[in-house]
């Protein structure tokens, strides 16, 4: 049978161990010199003390820096309609806390915000918010605001809908990360009558001026 030598697996034990911190690195020398099993390294003290633990091992802690997502959606409020908003956790391990902020001609306004456990969802009634913080009821945009390591990690819609005329519109929220597979964006328009009239929502999810 072929034998390796004992350093080269000494140096693949090395190359996994090495970056958890400098404690981690002397201890790996001790492993080489002395001759350590694999299982003896990972049960010293600086190795146990730099590993994570806990529920959250594989993301560290609570206070984990995870970049920014935002998504965007548009709503109708006013002339008869009345927008809800469902936001949802897709994470099936890690709770996401979404802030709701409505974009609105005058500025922003901010919802408080939304812890979701994972895989769970809320509503959020947008005119109720509109509201109770004294703003006239009127067509807005609304973006969700999350720290995850991933844009996929919560979703969104609104749904305005008037029940006096039988209208029910969605929108799906939306990220600019999302915009991978292209920037053109395809829709049908119906028009049963004759004087049914309309407008389209344009929001633009960057952080520049876009023509």
């Not at 918010?129 to 990690?153: D, I």
């Not at 597979?181 to 876009?210: H, K, Q």
Request: glycine letters at 6%; proline letters at 6%.
């Amino acid at each position: 049978m072929r034998t390796y030598p004992r350093a080269l697996a000494f140096s693949l034990v090395a190359v996994c161990v090495l970056p958890l911190s400098s404690a981690v690195a002397q201890d790996t020398s001790i492993a080489f010199t002395s001759n350590t099993t694999f299982r003896h390294l990972f049960g010293s003290p600086a190795v146990r003390s730099a590993l994570p633990t806990g529920p959250r091992a594989a993301r560290q802690s609570d206070d984990y820096a995870e970049p920014l997502h935002e998504k965007f959606a548009t709503f109708i409020s006013g002339d008869g309609f009345e927008s809800q908003l469902l936001v949802q956790n897709l994470q099936l391990k890690y709770p996401v806390t979404v802030t709701p902020v409505l974009l609105m001609a005058d500025g922003e306004i901010s919802l408080d915000p939304v812890r979701l456990a994972p895989h769970t969802s809320t509503n959020i009634d947008i005119d109720d918010a509109l509201k109770t913080r004294g703003h006239a009821a009127s067509p807005g945009a609304v973006v969700l605001r999350y720290h995850s390591e991933t844009y996929g990690s919560a979703t969104g819609v609104v749904t305005s809908e008037n029940e006096e005329h039988h209208l029910y519109l969605s929108s799906v929220a939306r990220s600019h990360e999302e915009y991978w597979y292209g920037t053109t964006l395809e829709a049908v328009i119906w028009t049963p009558r004759s004087g049914t009239e309309g407008y389209i929502a344009v929001s633009n999810t960057a952080s520049a001026v876009r023509l």
